[in-house]
Every structure is written in C-alpha cells, then in structure tokens.
C-alpha cells in the first residue's frame, strides 16, 4: 500500500518538474530577450542583479542544505568519506521524514545557482550584443 502510494505520488509529481523546466526555460529566454534590447548598462544591472539574487537565496541553502544532509546521515554512519562531493548519491538513504527538509534546501539551493548563472548570461549576452552593435570596444 506504502508502494502504491508513493508511485502515485511520483506520477502527480512528474508533469510539475516538466511543468517548472518548462516555466525556468521561459524566464531566461525572457531575461535574454530583455537583455538583448535593453541599453547595456540596464542589462548589465539586470543580469548583475539576477545573480546578486540568486546568490543571496543559493549559497545559504546550499550551506544549510549540506547542514542537513550531514545531520540526518550521520548518527546512522551512512555518511561515506568525500560526501561533500557527491551529495545527490545520498538521497536514496534518506528516511521519509527526512526527505521534505533535506531536498527543499537542495532543491532551494539548485535554484539559486540557475540563477547566477542566468545572471552571466544575461550579462555576457548584453556585453556580446554591444560589441557586435559597436557600443563596446575591447
């Protein structure tokens, strides 16, 4: 019963993340296409702003994501050596219980490091755009 309910809960789940991938492919191509038009100071701020953003809501959810991870793994000796470096390896062994706090945080962090990069992209394509117009030379 347990099983059914969790592959049911996996299928509700699975037109969400498409819906979420769908939804973030729109926004960066809508902070590119802004990019693109705004004069280059505004797109450069933008794209400043975006990662300024991204960073203030990433870094500390990754910090309080690995926190967490740590917290939850370690009193069972489930934590290998090198965890730091590949912590998704480590969902499987998480409770139930535990998996609402710990994948929040990841996934809260994972959004803030789309974010930066979003931020260099918007960044690099204003500056890219303004050299190919000719209001930039190196």
Known sequence: RAARRR????DMMA????????????LVFGAL?????A???EAISLGAWV??????VGVPSGVAYHVA????LSPRGELPSGWLLRPLELHPRLRPDERPLVLSLCYL????FVAICVGIA???????????RGELQL
């Open 15 to 26: 037109p969400m993340r498409e819906l979420a991938i769908v939804l973030g492919l729109l």
């Open 122 to 132: 918007i960044v690099g394509c204003a500056l890219f755009l303004a050299f190919l």
């Open 51 to 56: 990662g300024l953003l991204g960073a203030a």
């Open 39 to 41: 004069p280059i100071l």
């Open 109 to 112: 962090g994972a959004a803030g």
């Open 33 to 37: 296409a802004i990019a693109a038009e």
């Open 69 to 72: 991870l740590h917290r939850a």
């Open 7 to 10: 592959t049911l809960a996996r």
